[in-house]
């Protein structure tokens, strides 16, 4: 009598190799999530600390952050082209807001704020600040502290 063999899994040896799957799935998928999450942040502290070397010169040139020798009003818009309020700067996809705020003589603080409708608004660093000092922080609901965020 011949025995014939079956060759294939059984289904326990099926529900392993799924739970292991699943098991490392729930592992990996929030630890990319944050990579990714942490690499739209740099890209929008590049657009900030590029904003902040233009308001340098601004200020090199004209002893105040605020208006030109002529003393018109400075436009945020006039500041940057108009693909630097958003990050980043290249891609359809945008994740946050550049504004110039507590713009003054002697003082500006540029804020990148994740958009509402992003997947960046679920960062936990919420709002970056810079000033003219080059002080960095979070405003908002941060729950990470500056520097984790910086």
């Not at 890209?43 to 605020?66: C, I, Q």
């Not at 970056?128 to 500056?146: D, E, F, M, R």
Request: proline share 6%; glycine share 6%.
């Amino acid at each position: 009598m011949h025995r014939q063999h079956n060759r294939g899994f059984s289904l326990i040896e099926l529900m392993v190799v799924m739970t292991v799957v699943g098991i490392l799935a729930a592992i990996v998928y929030p630890l990319y999530q944050d990579s990714v999450r942490r690499a739209r942040r740099a890209d929008a502290k590049t657009v900030m600390l590029e904003l902040a070397l233009w308001m340098e010169r601004f200020y090199t040139e004209n002893h105040r952050y605020d208006a030109t020798w002529a003393d018109p009003p400075v436009a945020v818009t006039s500041l940057t082209p108009a693909n630097l309020r958003l990050a980043p700067k290249e891609g359809d996809q945008k994740y946050y807001a550049i504004r110039l705020t507590n713009l003054s003589a002697q003082t500006f603080t540029i804020e990148a704020a994740p958009l509402a409708a992003g997947p960046q608004r679920s960062d936990p660093c919420g709002t970056l600040t810079l000033t003219q000092t080059g002080q960095k922080g979070v405003a908002g609901s941060a729950s990470l502290p500056a520097e984790g965020c910086w």
